[in-house]
């Protein structure tokens, strides 16, 4: 009898126990990376990649952006920092924390004979009920709490980060900013474009002199010293066509007979450039900003024109402030008919484009835009790592105090809405009668991994505070409606002094939102990675050896 051979797979084959504890190994290797930047004493990490260019950051989702990660399920839990980051803004750490937290408890309810879909299944199950006791029991609305709310939001974004120590300014700079942009959407609902606050970067002078400028600013100045440098009324004409001497394509020859013919072909080139500036000029334009070049021959035009003529804008710059004062950019003059035409109704207006001396650079500020308003932050600091790290956390704020404003709720931080979760999903566990009560027992402890990290991060015994935080949860938990121990479900960590407060007077808060998606998106992480249970790794096909020795 001849015996089967096994089916043969170019690869090697990982199943089983094996590929779920390299899984867990590769996801605890990420998390511990970013696991000591939690909190508000939590330290930085400086990324040197292969060119040698330095960042020092704070932010989970850009040290893991900046990580090479070979593993397939440590690249689960990267997309997912950048998911949060992208949703949210905010809360990048937290959430890989706990999902590499949930992978490594459900691995243990693996090996002790638990199937990994009773695991998922609870799992599922344990994030529902943790998601509607956030919503009805720990959220907050912001009209009871006011500006100072917003601010305090802001405040606790930042307090993990470089400009923690100066929070106080820049908490009130980032929700003026946020405030600044609001717009109204066709249903009524209030928007805040975080897009629509340009940050700049400039060397030189203190982070406290770092300043809000009510306008769009650019990091651009006037293309010649003769054009005007302040135009009131604004009529803003945005191109993305180079406006230099027309030459001919490559590959184009013009064979001449008559020496005068070449005069009239470098008249007609440079005419082609000033019919299009005159017809640019003609629609009332009196601002004309554009990504490419414009060369002295066509500044002449602006200048006897009286407009003002910016070169070399950025083209991510030109895409917004087209939206906000309500232009439309324009790559080509041809019209249908394969005419040049450029109309009125492509200017955006503004109040003012005026060119102002901040600090040592020129900028131009582009006030009162009418479609959209805008706003801008121009950072100072000593070095490029202290500016990109402001960079990142002024925009972390932005994106928290914008989702506070849309979904109009807060939770307490510190650690108090895990706390307050765990100990509702363990009594929940409880009433459970069936496989999942252990794995959604599990779920509560691994909640606890954030008050836990927050407290050994800041050099605190861990063990008893996070006790203590218990202790008080299940108080206010057990207490009756009316009962004055409720209020305890207000009581998180306060790290600096190494004791157990009420967050909410403390104001230590954070959206609603934040903390609803990291738990949803860390759950989904751990399940996708759970279900796995083989993997096949391919290998490269064998390049063939060149007898030549090519």
């Known amino acids: 009898m001849v015996q089967d051979k096994p089916l043969a797979i170019g690869g090697e ?18 998390a511990n990376i970013v696991k000591t930047s939690l909190g508000p004493l939590g330290l930085d990490k400086m990324l040197v990649d292969n060119v040698g260019d330095v960042t020092i950051s704070n932010d989970g989702a850009t040290i893991l952006r900046l990580l090479e990660v070979e593993h397939p399920a440590a690249k689960v839990l990267v997309e997912l920092a950048q998911q949060q980051d992208k949703e949210v803004g905010d809360g990048t750490t937290s959430v890989v924390v706990i999902a590499a937290e949930l992978l490594r408890r459900a691995n243990e309810l693996v090996k002790n004979k638990i199937h990994p879909t009773t695991i998922i299944s609870g799992y599922r199950l344990a994030s529902k009920e943790a998601v509607k006791f956030i919503v009805d029991h ?59 606050v340009n940050i700049l970067k400039a060397h030189g002078k ?59 072909i470098r008249r007609r080139e440079i005419e082609i450039t000033a019919e299009r500036i005159k017809k640019i000029l003609a629609s009332g334009a009196n601002v004309v900003l554009t990504t490419k070049g414009i060369d002295d021959l066509c500044l002449k035009f602006f200048v006897e024109a ?37 109309e009125g ?58 989702r506070t404003l849309e979904s109009n709720t807060v939770v307490p931080g510190g650690g108090a809405v895990e706390a307050a979760l765990s100990i509702f999903l363990e009594n929940f566990a409880i009433t459970m009668g069936s496989r999942e009560q252990l794995a959604i027992a599990e779920y509560a402890n691994a909640l606890l991994i954030i008050p836990k990290t927050l407290a050994v991060n800041a050099a605190k015994d861990s063990s008893e505070l996070v006790a203590k935080l218990r202790a008080y949860h299940n108080a206010a938990q057990a207490a009756g409606p009316k009962d004055p121990k409720r209020q305890l479900k207000w009581w998180g960590l306060d790290l600096v002094n190494g004791v157990v407060r009420d967050n909410m007077k403390a104001g230590v808060l954070e959206p609603a939102i934040s903390k609803l998606k990291s738990l949803k998106a860390a759950t989904e992480a751990a399940i996708a990675l759970l279900r796995i249970d083989d993997m096949i790794k391919l290998e490269p096909p064998q390049r063939e050896e060149d007898p030549h020795g090519h």
């Open 13 to 30: 084959r990982t199943s089983g126990s094996d590929v779920r504890n390299q899984n867990v190994l590769a996801a605890m290797a990420v």
């Open 345 to 402: 109704s492509y200017l955006g207006h503004a109040e003012e484009v005026v060119q102002e001396r901040i600090s040592d650079d020129e900028c131009i500020l582009i006030k009162g835009t009418k479609a959209h308003s805008s706003a801008s932050i121009i950072l100072r600091g000593a070095n490029d790592f202290m500016l990109d790290e402001m960079e990142r956390s002024i925009h972390d704020s932005l994106c928290a105090v914008k």
């Open 306 to 342: 009286g407009a003002m003529a910016v070169r070399r804008v950025k083209k991510d710059d030109m895409k917004r402030i087209a939206k906000a004062t309500g232009a439309t950019m324009v790559s080509t003059l041809a019209n249908l008919e394969g005419e040049e035409t450029f």
């Open 206 to 264: 203190s982070v406290k002199e770092s300043i809000l400028v009510n306008g769009y600013a650019l990091n651009c100045t006037v293309a010649s010293q003769a054009i005007k440098t302040k135009m009131a009324n604004a009529k803003i004409a945005c191109l993305d066509i180079n406006l230099q001497k027309h030459r001919m394509h490559l590959g184009v020859n013009i064979v001449i007979d008559d020496p005068n013919k070449l005069e009239d």
């Open 138 to 196: 720990l959220t907050t609305k912001v009209e009871g709490l006011g500006r100072d709310c917003l601010v305090n939001v802001a405040k606790t974004s930042m307090s993990s980060k470089i400009i923690g120590s100066d929070d106080e300014f820049f908490a009130n700079m980032v929700v003026d900013a946020t405030k600044a942009v609001k717009t109204i959407g066709q249903n009524g609902e209030a928007k805040y474009p975080i897009k629509a």
